[in-house]
């Protein structure tokens, strides 16, 4: 027995068989993985599964020549490997190798059959693939579909709804600043910076001529958000979580949200706002890319600057007029719009973008960063407060 500290930190002794086991499930048999370990019941099955997705030449579960990856152009028989990989593997895994069997073994075709959608592992990536095929999806499989999509959304939405209202309702208290505040409501911080001048060092403390408060939350709209989001096939994750978030935004009366998605064309779908799910097959993933234009609809949107947050999510590769688009960045910022520009809404990270107009962005006072779902609260929070963004380290 050796120390083994692979397993999840725990420095637990291993016996070497097990770990010519693990070895073998994970170099996929044949004379070439030098394990010379033979697998059997689960294991083997377990074996038969990846095989069908990530095999190539070599040996099967029985160590024999000649298996290949492949799940046949069969929607049962990829129903079945479906279900299988939801056997022998946790969720987060069935996730990952079911991406891997859509971009590998082309399943999108097979998704748009009933059988195989009640098969699959939902998730926000799922939910890409549903809207991009969207399109030439049967009247059969639609319903299967959206209730598919629906699942994911509302998941979505228990995990980041309340969080989201109390970070923005907050947000929109500080924000409401008054002069004559009562004594609870005082800003203290913003107080003593607005009354430095007034300090008297004599008695060491600040005699305040101007009080400064928080006002606090009304039914009225204050604040204006327009979401204007970049429909191409890259940003599939980032159209379904700033579909939920919008329907989150639209939920609160003090603020007035409008969402509009573009590739070379603008749709505004604020009219769905109260069903993200509507919103979702509202868009139609892929195509060309007219940030130019969508800016323009927005613009022609704001009728109070000083209080509109304008969220771009674009990975802005532009297809328009660039000049113009950043000329529109421009006047919206100096007519006191606060501008807000994501490379992307997910999980993911930073996707492939283009950093001569994420530069430009910058210099006009609009860093464009990636930001994940639960960052995006904090990021709206600044905005709505018109203070520095929370700008991850890159």
Same mark, same amino acid.
């Given at each position: ?50 095989? %069908? ?7 099967? %579960? ?12 069969? %929607? ?140 606090? %939350? ?177």
């Amino acid at each position: 027995m050796t120390e083994d500290t692979t397993t999840g930190g725990t420095n637990r002794a291993v016996p070497a068989d097990e770990r010519m086991r693990r070895w073998r499930l994970v170099l996929g048999g044949g004379a070439a993985d030098g394990t010379g370990c033979a697998l059997a019941g689960r294991d083997a099955a377990m074996d038969r599964t990846l095989g %069908a997705l990530y095999g190539g030449d070599g040996g099967g %579960a029985d160590g024999k020549a000649g298996r290949t990856a492949g799940l046949g152009g069969s %929607a049962p028989q990829a129903a079945r490997w479906l279900g299988d990989i939801r056997t022998y593997f946790p969720s987060s895994v069935v996730q990952v190798m079911q991406r891997d069997a859509i971009d590998r073994l082309g399943l999108s075709a097979m998704l748009l059959e009933p059988e195989m959608l009640e098969a699959v592992e939902a998730d926000v990536h799922l939910v890409g693939t549903l809207l991009s095929l969207n399109k030439v999806m049967p009247e059969t499989t639609k319903e299967t579909a959206r209730a598919v999509v629906r699942k994911v959304v509302e998941d979505l939405e228990r995990k980041l709804a309340t969080r989201t209202r109390a970070t923005l309702t907050g947000a929109l208290d500080r924000s409401a600043r008054i002069n004559r505040p009562r004594h609870r409501d005082i800003d203290w911080n913003r107080t003593i910076r607005a009354n430095l001048k007034h300090y008297l060092p004599e008695h060491g403390t600040i005699v305040p001529e101007r009080l400064i408060g928080y006002g606090r %939350a009304s039914q009225a709209v204050k604040k204006d958000v327009v979401l204007c989001i970049d429909q191409s096939g890259s940003m599939a994750a980032s159209v379904v979580y700033a579909s939920v978030f919008g329907a989150v935004l639209a939920s609160m009366r003090s603020i007035d949200t409008k969402l509009v998605v573009f590739d070379t064309a603008v749709v505004d779908l604020t009219d769905r706002l109260d069903d993200p799910v509507d919103v979702l097959f509202g868009t139609q993933l892929g195509g060309g890319t007219d940030i130019n234009r969508a800016l323009a609809y927005c613009q022609s949107l704001i009728t109070r600057p000083a209080e509109t947050v304008v969220v771009l999510i674009s990975d802005l590769y532009e297809g328009g007029i660039r000049d113009e688009m950043l000329k529109r960045v421009a006047a919206m910022k100096g007519a006191g719009v606060q501008f807000v520009a994501l490379l992307a809404l997910s999980d993911e990270g930073a996707p492939s973008y283009d950093r001569e107009h994420a530069a430009a962005l910058a210099a006009l006072g609009a860093p464009a960063f990636a930001c994940t779902p639960d960052l995006f609260p904090e990021v709206m929070a600044a905005a709505l407060e018109k203070r520095p963004l929370p700008v991850p380290e890159a």
